[in-house]
């Protein structure tokens, strides 16, 4: 692992998940409570024995890069370990980065001052759980120019993916990015083999690429759609390489949490009784900035049913540190660092991010509301989508309601007051 340096894409714009990323990049929008998208990634790389990363941010990255400086600068920059931000520069373009390859051959100067042997290319912005080392292993026991990390997508999804033909031996004939429809996989009628958006390539090689992408015209300066089908019409060897989970569940897990829909889902999933992403594994921990809050806190006791009754309680639910829950009710939910639920508000099947305030009687059901949003006493959200569309909420397809960073509380024009 010390002879390949990983460079995380970062600086996607993520507008499918506004208003999340009105003030944000998509990978340090939270997630689980306690996380970012991209504590998933770093993890990975350092359970996987990667300790040589660049992170590559552009658009809205302040958040990511306080995030990075204050929870992943554990490591020995005497040993040669670090996680470094690399914002764009403009060293050799005077643009902002026009694809992910430009991305990195805009970087370039960096990636040749690392030295290394194999260059390890991610994105930020999924979550799962992956040993990297199996591929970088297989890429040079194969003698790849290239490797593609590679899952299974159902068929009416492949719009969204780059896709791939594989041979029996995993050389890969072909590559279409984001094609309408697609050949399924042989011995799997429903999916089509979709990258991931992760790649091993020699380093040398890489670069040689990157300057011929460079200097063409009429390219998106873009891996799937340009240097990666370059390389298999030009017979470099492309292989492919089968995801490997390490989440230890019965179905591998990989979601690309690009939706409104498909975060609120992710997020929903994690208070199941059995999560399908298991984040207690001690064996492959996810790491993260941890703030130094107090324990969560519950009281009152009343008797009665909920949102009558001065009772502090949440079931099934996420409750960070930092919450707490004074006479109200929570249920299926997650509850970020700071969370506060006053006496008889509901709160069910939602997520609330850091420091967001429910006012008493609240009612709120089927919500994302970002950090530092205040509700005032006796709001309704998530009951009503038409109402709340009017207030102007993001409203997905789903149904879930979505409230923005800082929503000021006169936004929340509550009708008449629930009867106690």
Known sequence: MRG???VILAGGRGTRLEPLTRDRAKPAVPFGGLYRIIDFTLSNCINSGLRRVLVLTQFKSRS?????RHGWSFLSSELGESVEVLPPQQRIDETWYKGTADAIYQNIYSLE???AEHVLILAGDHIYKMDYGHMIRA???RKADVTIGCIPVPLDEVRHFGIMQAAADDRVVNFLEKPKTADSMP??????LGSMGIYVFKTRLLFELLCQDAAKTGTSHDFGKNIIPYMIEAGHKVIAHRFLDQNRKAVPYWRDVGTLDAYYQANMDLVAVEPVLNMYDATWPIRTVQPQLPPPKFVFTGEGPAGHARRGEALDSIVCAGSIVSG????RS???PRVRVNSYAVVEDSILLDGVDVGRYCRVRKAIIDKDVKLPPYTVLGYDTEFDRRRG???????VVVVSKAEPPETFQAPNPLPN
Do not use: K, P
């Not at 011995?187 to 089509?192: I, L, P, T, V």
């Open 328 to 331: 109200g009710h929570v249920r």
């Open 187 to 192: 011995g799997d009628s429903h999916h089509a």
């Open 4 to 6: 390949v340096v990983t």
């Open 334 to 336: 997650i509850l970020s």
């Open 393 to 399: 909420f993001t409203v997905t397809d789903a149904g």
């Open 113 to 115: 001052r690392e030295n």
């Open 64 to 68: 990511l890069d306080r995030h990075i």
């Open 139 to 141: 890429h040079i026991d």
